[in-house]
C-alpha cells in the first residue's frame, strides 16, 4: 500500500489568499463597474530592463548554432554569472565571498524552501512572526513540528517581530540551531542594523548554529548605514547562508534567476561533534536534483551587472520605492502607524482593529485590495500589508480613495 508523508496532513491550510479572491469577487459582482485597486501583490509590475532582454535575445540566437549552442551547464550556475555576483554584490561591499561559493538557482523560494534537509529532523527550528510561509510549511513537510494549534505549529520557535522591538525580534532565550531571518523584511517591511545582525551572528557562533538570511529585497536598500548581506557582518561566514534573487531586483519573477551563497568555512555537525562542510553538502544536493538555470536566463541575469543594467534596475526600485514612499505618507497622514516603506517595497499598518476589518473597510469603501497581517502568523494580527508593486497612477488613485473613505 502506498503511504504519504502524513506530515503533510499537518499543514494548516491556508484559505488567505481564496478568502481575499472570494471577498474580492463578491464587491465586483456586486459592482460590475466598480475598478479594484490590488496593494495585496507580492510581484513586480514593470517589464524587465531592456539590457535582460537584448541579453535574452543574443543568447537565444547563440542556440540556434551548432558552433555556440549549449546544453547541460553546471548545476552550480556558470562561471560568468557567478564572477560577477561575488565581485559586484559582495567584495565591491567589502564582503568575502568568492564565485566557487555561490549556486545559481531557480528561486529563493525553493532554496529557502530546500535547504532544510541538509539538517537532521531533530534541530530546534527558530523563525520570524509574522513569516514568510515558505520556511514553516517546508519545516512542517519535513517533520520538525508537531500539529497546528491557535495559529502556531508544536514545536518551532517563534521569533516575534512587534512594534515593541522595530520588528527585530529579540535572541531566543533557549538553544535553536536553525534561525531564518529576512531583511528588509516580508511582511513588515523593516530594516535591520549591523549591530543588530551582529548579535545574531555572535549568538549563531556560540550555540554552534546557522542562520539563514533572506535577502530577497536588499536591492530596496537606500540607507547607506544598512548592510545588504550578512557577509558585512564579521563572523558570518561560519555560520550564515544567504539567499538572493534577481526577482524582486530585476523582475525576474516570471524569468526565474536567484542565488544562494554558502561560504566554504560554514559547517555543521554530526551526532559525534565532527564538522561538515555546508558547501559541499549543499552542492552534493544541488548537483543531486538541480540542473541549472537555462543559459538564456543566466545571460539576462548576467547583463544586470552592466553599467546600463545597474542603472536600470535602479531606476526601476526608485519607481517602486517613490510608490512606497506615497503609501507611507499617506497612511501616516490618516493617522495610522506605519513600518516599512523605506528601504521595502511593503508598508505594514497597523489596523487600530484586526486586519479582516480594515481589509474589508479598504475593499468596501475605497475598492483597494491589501493582505491582511494574518495570513503571515499570529503576530500579522492587528496589522495590513500593502504593497508598492503596482503603477504610480493606481498607487495615487487609491491613496484618494483611502483618503476620501476614512477621513
Ligand atoms: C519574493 C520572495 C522570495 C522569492 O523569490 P523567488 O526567487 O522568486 O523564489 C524570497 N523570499 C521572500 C521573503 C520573498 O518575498
Redesign the pocket.
Known amino acids: 500500500m502506498i503511504l504519504i508523508n502524513e506530515n503533510y496532513l499537518k499543514l494548516s491550510s491556508s484559505y488567505l489568499f481564496a478568502d481575499i479572491a472570494r471577498r474580492v469577487q463578491k464587491i465586483q459582482s456586486d459592482n460590475p463597474d466598480r475598478d479594484i485597486i490590488k496593494l495585496g501583490i ?2 513586480v509590475t514593470l517589464p524587465l530592463p531592456s539590457v535582460c532582454i537584448e541579453a535574452l535575445h543574443r543568447a537565444v540566437d547563440e542556440l540556434s548554432d551548432a558552433a555556440t549552442f549549449r546544453g547541460y551547464g553546471p548545476e552550480q550556475g556558470y562561471g560568468f554569472l557567478r564572477e560577477k555576483i561575488a565581485a559586484h554584490d559582495f567584495q565591491a561591499r567589502g564582503a568575502d565571498v568568492f564565485a566557487d561559493e555561490i549556486f545559481i ?8 524552501g530546500n535547504i532544510q534537509e541538509l539538517f537532521s529532523t531533530s534541530i530546534r527550528v527558530a523563525l520570524p512572526d509574522p513569516v ?1 510561509p ?1 520556511y514553516v510549511d517546508t519545516n512542517v513537510m519535513a517533520g520538525r513540528t508537531g500539529s497546528f494549534s491557535n495559529g502556531r505549529y508544536q514545536g518551532l520557535v517563534y521569533l516575534d517581530s512587534l512594534p515593541e522591538n522595530d520588528f527585530i525580534p529579540d535572541l531566543p532565550r533557549e538553544q535553536v540551531d536553525l534561525i531564518y531571518l ?1 531583511y528588509p ?3 513588515t517591511g523593516a530594516g535591520i542594523s549591523k549591530k543588530e545582525l551582529q548579535k545574531w551572528v555572535d549568538y549563531a557562533l556560540h550555540h554552534k548554529a546557522l542562520i539563514l538570511f ?1 535577502a ?2 536588499e536591492a530596496f536598500i537606500r540607507d547607506p548605514e544598512m548592510p545588504h548581506s550578512i557577509f558585512e557582518i564579521p563572523g558570518a561566514r561560519e555560520i550564515a547562508v544567504e ?6 531586483t530585476a523582475g ?2 516570471g524569468t ?3 542565488y544562494t551563497v554558502v561560504p566554504k568555512d560554514c559547517k555543521a555537525y554530526d551526532r559525534k561533534g565532527d564538522k561538515t562542510s555546508v558547501q559541499e553538502l549543499w552542492n552534493r544536493r544541488h548537483s543531486t536534483k538541480f540542473n541549472g538555470v537555462s543559459y538564456p536566463v543566466q545571460r539576462a541575469a548576467e547583463a544586470v551587472y552592466t553599467e546600463e543594467g545597474q542603472a536600470q534596475v535602479r531606476n526601476n526600485i526608485d519607481y517602486y520605492l517613490n510608490n512606497a514612499g506615497i503609501i507611507l505618507k499617506e497612511m501616516q497622514n490618516l493617522g495610522f502607524v506605519c513600518s516599512g516603506g523605506e528601504n521595502s517595497p511593503y508598508i505594514w499598518v497597523q489596523s487600530g482593529s484586526d486586519s479582516w476589518s480594515l481589509f474589508d473597510e479598504l475593499l468596501n469603501k475605497a475598492g483597494v485590495v491589501c493582505t491582511p497581517g494574518t495570513g503571515f502568523g499570529s503576530c500579522g494580527e492587528g496589522f495590513i500589508r500593502l504593497s508598492a508593486f503596482n503603477s504610480l497612477e493606481n498607487i495615487q488613485e487609491a491613496m484618494q480613495r483611502i483618503k476620501g473613505a476614512l477621513s
Open positions: 507580492g510581484d538557482s531557480d528561486g529563493a523560494k525553493c532554496d529557502t514568510y515558505v529576512c523584511n516580508n511582511p533572506d530577497a529585497y539567499f538572493r534573487s534577481f526577482s524582486k525576474f519573477t526565474r534567476c536567484a
